[in-house]
Nanobody
């Protein structure tokens, strides 16, 4: 099982920015797709963004394009989620996950077999 560790969450004001980090073990982490999902209280866990280490492709939930950016550092075995212009509706626990199969359904939870423990993001005035 791949151990993933998220960090960077916190409590911010609407309009602020945060950068989340997800660190994983080198060998498996950099040969997988890495995604961010989020889960708000009382809601299903939903897809946010994903990146492929093998070809550099990036995928986003349509409603988050332009505000959220996913990127990665091979040297640091880290994937980042830069979140700008945060809104109260972005409040959730954010999780990173890996899919070594590069499934076509990058937006679904099903292909992702390893998950981090999550980091809380709270956006409130």
């Amino acid at each position: 099982q791949v151990q993933l560790v998220e960090s960077g969450g916190g409590s911010v004001l609407p309009g602020d920015s945060l950068r989340l980090s997800c660190v994983g073990p080198e060998r498996t982490f950099t040969s997988s797709r890495v995604a961010w999902f989020r889960q708000a209280p009382g809601k299903e866990r939903e897809f946010v963004a994903a990146t492929n280490w093998n070809d550099g492709r990036r995928y986003y939930e349509d409603s988050l394009k332009g505000r959220f950016t996913i990127s990665g550092s091979v040297a640091k075995n880290t994937v980042y989620l830069q979140m700008n212009s945060l809104k109260p509706e972005d409040t959730a626990v954010y999780y990173c996950a890996t899919d070594s199969t590069y499934s076509l359904t990058y937006y679904s939870r099903a292909p992702y077999d390893d998950w981090g423990q999550g980091t809380q993001v709270t956006v409130s005035s």
